[in-house]
């Protein structure tokens, strides 16, 4: 007995005279991004970047031009009005005694840079020539000069620095000394591990083997490899120069309260404080983030695209 249900189903003629539908085409895919890297972390990188670059430069413009073009007498003092909160006038707003914070912040962050590029540039210089003869003379020189890295580097940085500000007189040139005698160790370990990586290469071992004297070797071999090494290690002591003359100053062992820096700044506005006139902490405190902020964004962006 045939089934009812048996009607509906279509016989293997009809089957075969039905349409058979065309393959559906895949799908258009994404582009596919480059190895090592996805569409997604690629396009915040370049933007951010920039951005920290350009807040870089106008940080620095504002450090170079407000007191260029505001020529005003950072010592007057105006009680009148004194702790008056930013406003168009006074886009920081003014101390305790009346001194416009825009300006003195200007000079402070000025100061401030200058300090901590004298004493980064210091502390490479140093590091890269005790590194350097490490590595070249070896022996006792070796032996000795990673000894004391060591010695050193086992004593905190900022104690080593109020150490030698307490022995020094506070002043520019002290901030510059001390930056440079505590942060020069880790520049020396990287110049001499780069050395000594480089005399067991083989077109080095060749270069010796023709003739080229020392002095060539680390013009033609050394000096390119360790530039950028260099390069980057200056970059990571700005920010750091940067909140060392900031603390010693903010503890009165680095400049004098009368020359405006972050650190002075700060201890004002620490002071300030209990008249609730916020805006006095926040003016440099916020420079000091934005300078540490932009310079790390800076050296990250240049890491990022050296090790793509």
């Known amino acids: 007995m045939r089934s009812e ?22 799908a258009a895919l994404p582009r ?27 940080l620095v413009a504002y450090a170079v031009l407000v007191p260029m073009l505001l020529q005003v007498d950072l010592d007057h003092v105006d009680y ?12 920081f707003g003014t101390d305790l005694a009346g001194r416009d914070l825009f300006v003195r912040s200007a000079h402070g962050l000025r100061v401030s840079l200058v300090a901590a590029l004298a004493g980064a540039l210091g502390a490479v210089v140093v590091g890269a020539v005790v590194g350097a003869a490490c590595a070249l003379l070896g022996g006792r020189v ?9 010695g050193v580097n086992a004593v905190p ?17 002290t901030i510059v000394l001390v930056v440079a005698a ?12 780069e050395l000594l990586t480089l005399s067991g290469q083989d077109f080095y071992r060749a270069a010796i083997a023709l ?26 002591l700005v920010p750091h120069a940067v909140w060392h003359e900031s603390t010693l100053t903010f503890l009165g062992l680095g400049l004098p309260p009368h020359q405006p820096s972050l650190g002075a700044l700060l201890d004002l ?17 916020g420079l000091l983030v934005a300078v540490t902020i932009c310079l790390a964004g800076c050296l990250a962006g240049r890491e990022e695209g050296h090790h793509a």
């Open 80 to 91: 009148g009005v004194g702790a008056t909160s930013p406003s168009p006038a006074h886009p």
């Open 142 to 150: 070796d032996r000795w000069g990673m000894r004391l890295v060591d």
């Open 32 to 58: 596919s991004a480059p190895a090592g890297r996805s569409p997604g972390r690629r396009l915040p990188r370049l933007p951010a970047r920039r951005v920290a670059a350009a807040g870089l430069v106008l």
């Open 269 to 285: 506005g620490q002071q300030a404080l209990l008249s609730q006139a916020w805006w006095t902490l926040a003016a440099p405190a």
């Open 211 to 236: 003739g080229l004297t020392r002095r060539q070797l680390l013009r033609h071999h050394a000096a390119p490899r360790l530039a950028t090494q260099l390069t980057v290690a200056f970059g990571l």
């Open 157 to 173: 940085h900022l104690l080593l620095g109020i150490v030698v500000a307490a022995a020094l007189r506070g002043s520019l040139v």
């Open 182 to 193: 505590t942060h020069w160790t880790q520049t020396a370990r990287l110049v001499r591990a």
């Open 5 to 26: 249900n048996l009607v509906d189903v279509p016989s293997a003629a009809a089957a075969r005279a039905l349409p058979v539908p065309a393959p559906a085409e895949p």
